[in-house]
């Protein structure tokens, strides 16, 4: 599952995570994190959202509150967690907590979850923290960086609305007449924490996950790992395996293509040289995906893309060939404004552009929407 040569440059316990994915000991451990309060379920509930997505953000608006009211008794204010909520504020919020009370909410976890360097703990041994963030997803566990890391280039993304986005456009199934499920193949480019394929688990019979970003892949191999999930390959690549020596048996070619893009450069003020490679990519990045794509995909395979979109429409509509449908979700004069784009290289030859309006109730886009 792991290759060893791409995770060295992670300050993480790279080579533990790896060791316990391959032994089965990170999906028993994902089983008992779910069944002490890190399911979706208990999450949403906790935080109070309807997405667990929207845990992190709605956490740290209620965070604001509690700082402006306690800015005194911060952190201890927190010293009195309901067990239920342990979890869940350290792995998804981020949040330091009294070490004493993750231990014996863990159990005889406490030690495995040191090992892994899950947990660190503050110079005088009282605090916790999760040094990664991980959001139940679904029946996965996706693990990425904290909401609060922002900044640095190999941040691996914490899923936002983008993903939940992404996943709503996914098919329902890949398999048609003559095609069992066994022999289908789904490649996700620019995997960050692998959520679009964990949160999909079985669509598939081989999936593989690419990033440029290392960090990212060994977070996503960390988060199938946990979720138990052993159908799912993550490797680094820029776009996708492009040399033959990166290749191989088994790759490609795709009948689906999966692609949450950064945004060009060109279309939003960047922070400078340490904006994360999720946010922000150069230019040419999309064009490349584009022009190469097509060779990759298997007869009436399909593309997804989720991505910025220029207020004159997008461009893609304008030179695929076969069909094309798009639409964008962000309302017209809010920037950046984003969207999905669907392709069927051998669809018949339309292109359907439209704009569609989310609501709190439904706030992220169906498959329904983009093909319907
Ligand atoms: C918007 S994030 C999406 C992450 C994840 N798929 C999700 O939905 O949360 C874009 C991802 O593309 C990756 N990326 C940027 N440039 C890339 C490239 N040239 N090849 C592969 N991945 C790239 C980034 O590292 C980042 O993980």
Same mark, same amino acid.
């Given at each position: 599952?792991?290759?060893?040569?791409?995770?060295?440059?992670?300050?993480?316990a790279?080579?533990?995570?790896?060791?316990?994915?391959?032994?089965?000991?990170?999906?028993?451990?994902?089983?008992?994190?779910q069944?002490?309060?890190?399911?979706?379920?208990?999450?949403?509930?906790?935080?109070?959202?309807?997405?667990?997505?929207?845990?992190?953000?709605?956490?740290?608006?209620?965070?604001?509150?509690?700082?402006?009211?306690?800015?005194?008794?911060?952190?201890?204010?927190?010293?009195?967690?309901?067990?239920?909520?342990?979890l869940?504020?350290?792995?998804?919020?981020?949040?330091?907590?009294?070490?004493?009370?993750?231990?014996?909410?863990?159990?005889?976890?406490?030690?495995?979850?040191?090992?892994?360097?899950?947990?660190?703990?503050?110079?005088?041994?009282?605090?916790?923290?999760?040094?990664?963030?991980?959001?139940?997803?679904?029946?996965?566990?996706?693990?990425?960086?904290r909401?609060?890391?922002?900044?640095?280039?190999?941040?691996?993304?914490?899923?936002?609305?983008?993903?939940?986005?992404?996943?709503?456009?996914?098919?329902?199934?890949?398999?048609?007449?003559?095609?069992?499920?066994?022999?289908?193949?789904?490649?996700?480019?620019?995997?960050?924490?692998?959520?679009?394929?964990? *949160?999909?688990?079985? #669509?598939? +019979? /081989?999936v593989?996950?690419?990033?440029?970003? $290392? %960090?990212? @892949?060994?977070?996503a191999?960390?988060?199938?790992?946990?979720?138990?999930?052993?159908?799912?390959?993550?490797?680094?690549?820029?776009?996708?395996?492009?040399?033959?020596?990166?290749?191989?048996?088994?790759?490609?070619?795709?009948?689906?293509?999966?692609?949450?893009?950064?945004?060009?450069?060109?279309?939003?003020?960047?922070?400078?040289?340490?904006?994360?490679?999720?946010?922000?990519?150069?230019?040419?990045?999309?064009?490349?995906?584009?022009?190469?794509?097509?060779?990759?995909?298997?007869?009436?395979?399909?593309?997804?893309?989720?991505?910025?979109?220029?207020?004159?429409?997008?461009? *893609?509509?304008?030179? #695929?060939? +076969? /069909?094309?449908?798009a639409?964008?979700?962000? $309302? %017209?004069? @809010?920037?950046?404004?984003?969207?999905?784009?669907?392709?069927?290289?051998?669809?018949?030859?339309?292109?359907?552009?439209?704009?569609?309006?989310?609501?709190?109730?439904?706030?992220?886009?169906?498959?329904?929407?983009?093909?319907?």
């Open positions: 599952m792991a290759d060893p040569s791409d995770c060295e440059p992670l300050g993480y790279a080579a533990a995570w790896r060791r316990a994915c391959n032994t089965g000991v990170l999906t028993g451990l994902g089983r008992r994190l069944a002490l309060g890190l399911s979706e379920r208990a999450v949403t509930q906790c935080f109070g959202v309807r997405c667990p997505g929207h845990a992190p953000r709605a956490f740290r608006a209620r965070l604001g509150r509690i700082a402006a009211s306690a800015a005194k008794s911060w952190p201890p204010v927190f010293e009195t967690v309901p067990p239920a909520a342990v869940p504020y350290l792995f998804v919020a981020g949040l330091r907590l009294p070490a004493e009370c993750v231990a014996r909410r863990v159990g005889d976890d406490w030690p495995l979850l040191r090992e892994l360097a899950l947990v660190s703990l503050s110079a005088d041994r009282i605090l916790a923290q999760a040094t990664v963030a991980i959001l139940p997803v679904g029946r996965a566990l996706v693990v990425s960086d909401a609060d890391r922002e900044r640095g280039r190999d941040t691996a993304l914490i899923c936002d609305d983008s993903a939940f986005h992404t996943i709503g456009a996914v098919p329902g199934r890949l398999a048609g007449p003559g095609r069992d499920r066994a022999g289908t193949r789904w490649l996700d480019v620019g995997t960050g924490s692998g959520i679009v394929p964990l *949160a999909r688990p079985g #669509l598939a +019979g /081989s593989l996950g690419t990033d440029i970003n $290392p %960090r990212a @892949v060994a977070m191999r960390l988060g199938a790992g946990l979720s138990g999930i052993s159908d799912v390959t993550f490797r680094v690549a820029d776009l996708w395996p492009g040399t033959r020596s990166d290749r191989v048996p088994g790759d490609g070619p795709w009948d689906l293509i999966t692609f949450n893009a950064p945004i060009p450069d060109h279309a939003i003020l960047a922070g400078g040289e340490d904006e994360p490679l999720y946010r922000v990519g150069p230019a040419d990045l999309l064009p490349r995906f584009w022009a190469g794509v097509g060779a990759l995909l298997a007869p009436r395979g399909e593309v997804i893309v989720h991505s910025w979109q220029p207020e004159s429409g997008y461009p *893609a509509c304008l030179n #695929l060939p +076969g /069909s094309v449908s639409i964008r979700y962000t $309302p %017209r004069g @809010v920037g950046p404004a984003f969207g999905l784009t669907l392709w069927r290289p051998d669809g018949p030859d339309q292109c359907r552009s439209m704009a569609v309006t989310l609501t709190e109730n439904a706030s992220h886009v169906t498959r329904a929407l983009l093909d319907p």
